[in-house]
């Protein structure tokens, strides 16, 4: 399974982004995809989640503003992001696993999200 993720850059805060993530290879295998970020120094944390059965969990720091879906016909994740604050600044990271119990089994590269104050 690969997974390209595109869409970053930079807003000024209250702006919105959007993300992608492409993913390719064995698909079917898929049950899970998410999104994670990093800040340098600090422990990469998990944003949001959503499973093909439909159900989605987000970050407390991001609920009400962002945004996961999936689209299983093109198989791509999103996340949409808005009323973006400095404090999501970071390297916004897609996933994807087989399950419940390996939701981020495989990994795509960053894309830097960068929100100005």
């Known amino acids: 399974v690969q997974l390209q993720a595109s869409g970053g850059g930079s807003v000024q805060a209250g702006g919105s982004l959007r993300l992608s993530c492409a993913v390719s290879g064995s698909i079917s295998s898929i049950a899970a995809m998410g999104w994670h970020r990093q800040v340098p120094g600090k422990t990469r944390e998990l944003v949001a989640r959503?499973?093909?059965?439909?159900?989605?969990t987000y970050a407390d720091s991001v609920k009400g503003r962002f945004t996961i879906s999936m689209d299983n016909a093109e198989n791509m994740v999103f996340l949409q992001m808005n009323s973006l604050k400095p404090e999501d600044t970071a390297v916004y990271y897609c996933?994807?696993?087989?399950?419940?119990?390996?939701?981020?089994?495989?990994w795509g590269q960053g894309t830097l999200v960068t929100v100005s104050s």
């Open positions: 996933d994807a696993g087989p399950s419940m119990r390996l939701p981020s089994m495989y």
């Open positions: 959503i499973f093909r059965r439909g159900s989605t």
